[in-house]
């Protein structure tokens, strides 16, 4: 059975899950909602079935990349970051481009949502695991991952430090410096820098997920060495 969790969440603040006042989904019919959630493609971006965007469609799905900032709270230390989108049919091809680019052996962390009633957003941490061993099981699971709508990865090199994110959205987050060698990626993968553009966080979206990912995440927690029970 498919079930719909909904996040209106700010970029910068996640712990905001909840729904922001006059949203458009509260104006909207049960009808008007399963045509919304059917739309695969806005322009020649074509969606994954992890997130839908605001009915309003205020902020509208387009491939590229732009340049932020990351400020870490502890320290005020500031971390340059590109943010991607990318249509269905580059954003797993072009995530697992990306992470070759953090060396031989890496560290992950394994995202959950699937729970957040219960105990809101989950992190697991995998360190130490060679980067072909990776690569193999990430291509095993290309489907969970690029069409769950409640589980994210991140791969990083605590050593460079460098930290590629293939979060809930499906966006991608690349932290650390430099980064000309995977905005480089990224062109490659026709996604073109656009420092004007918007993401899907940045506005109402809706996710979705089904039992069946949420038994393909387990069995990826297994295959990572991961303990703990959804």
């Not at 009915?55 to 502890?74: N, S, T």
Request: charged residues 25%.
């Amino acid at each position: 059975m498919t079930f719909l969790n909904r996040f209106f969440e700010n970029e910068f603040d996640e712990s905001k899950s909840f729904a922001l006042p006059n949203n458009s989904f509260e104006t909207v019919n049960q009808q008007q909602l399963e045509a919304h959630l059917k739309v695969k493609q806005y322009d020649a971006f074509e969606l994954t079935e992890a997130v839908r965007p605001a009915m309003d469609l205020k902020i509208k799905p387009v491939q590229g990349y732009r340049h932020d900032v990351y400020v870490d709270e502890a320290s005020q230390s500031q971390v340059p970051v590109v943010m991607a989108a990318a249509s269905r049919g580059t954003i797993f091809p072009l995530f697992m481009d990306l992470i070759q680019r953090l060396g031989p052996v890496v560290d992950v962390v394994l995202e959950t949502s699937h729970e957040q009633k219960k105990q809101g957003h989950v992190d697991m941490y995998r360190q130490h695991i060679d980067m072909p061993v990776l690569t193999s099981m990430l291509w095993e699971f290309e489907d969970l991952l690029t069409h769950d709508g409640c589980t994210g990865i991140a791969v990083l090199n605590p050593r460079t430090p460098q930290e590629i994110q293939f979060d809930e959205h499906k966006l991608l987050i690349v932290y650390g410096s430099p980064l000309e060698h995977y905005e480089h990626v990224m062109e490659c993968h026709h996604v073109t820098h656009n420092d004007d553009m918007h993401f899907i966080t940045e506005a109402e979206h809706i996710h979705s997920s089904t039992d069946d990912y949420v038994q393909k995440f387990s069995e990826l927690q297994t295959r990572l060495g991961l303990d703990g029970n959804l």
